[in-house]
């Protein structure tokens, strides 16, 4: 955790010393708009809710660090693509999408997975000077997966809040990095039978991205 708080430190003060002399005094005027590569890297910590149709209940807990690439990551932390726009001067909508196709091999039988989310969110800009600003956005994310195999589909809809800090080097882009939480308020997974299991996610994490704007 010391090294983890350590590396963020250091690139906070990299980008700040970088981003001084930049321009982002357009970003946020009404008309702007914003693309982004978003939740690239990440720290998370999560867990997952299940309830069979008995009502039986486990909980599970997981963490990560890096890229958010792999068949055990989190389905937010999953990287995406996403699409703002200034509606007036501060207040953005928008949202994201991803998609993975994966090739899972965890020394059982393998096979392909399928994961889709999309993620539909309003926010708030505060610009501090000429290259530093605070993004809050809010919203809500759908995901699924669709493993090979029958009766494992499963699906969610999560609450997601975002407190994205920005820091610019350069005019009409950015990096893009701060807290993310996100928490199925109702989920399901097949699991056989022509049963549903209750299958709930949530996720902390401190996540980064890019975004340009024009």
């Known amino acids: ?75 937010f932390n999953y990287p995406r693509l996403g699409f703002d726009y200034f509606v007036i001067d501060q207040l953005s909508i928008g949202g994201a999408l991803g998609y993975a196709s994966l090739d899972v091999d965890d020394g059982g039988p393998g096979g392909d997975l399928d994961l889709f989310l999309l993620a539909p969110r309003v926010g708030y800009y505060l610009g501090f000077g000429s290259a530093f600003g605070f993004w809050p956005r809010g919203g809500f994310t759908y995901h699924s997966a669709d493993p090979d195999g029958d009766n494992n589909d499963e699906s969610g809809i999560a609450l997601t809040l975002e407190g994205n800090f920005t820091a610019a080097p350069a005019e009409h882009f950015s990096f893009m990095f701060g807290p993310t939480f996100d928490f199925d308020f109702t989920g399901k997974r097949e699991c056989g039978n022509n049963d549903d299991c209750k299958w709930k996610y949530s996720s902390f994490g401190i996540q980064a991205g890019l975004i340009g704007w024009f």
């Open 1 to 75: 955790m010391r090294k983890l708080i350590g590396t963020l430190a250091f690139v906070t003060v990299t980008l700040g010393a970088t981003a001084a002399s930049a321009q982002a005094e357009n970003f946020g005027r009404s008309g702007t708009m914003v693309f982004g590569a978003e939740r690239l890297f990440a720290f998370y910590k999560g867990s997952l809710s299940v309830e069979s149709p008995q009502g039986n209940e486990e909980d599970f807990d997981a963490s990560g660090l890096g890229f958010g690439w792999g068949a055990n990551t989190y389905p």
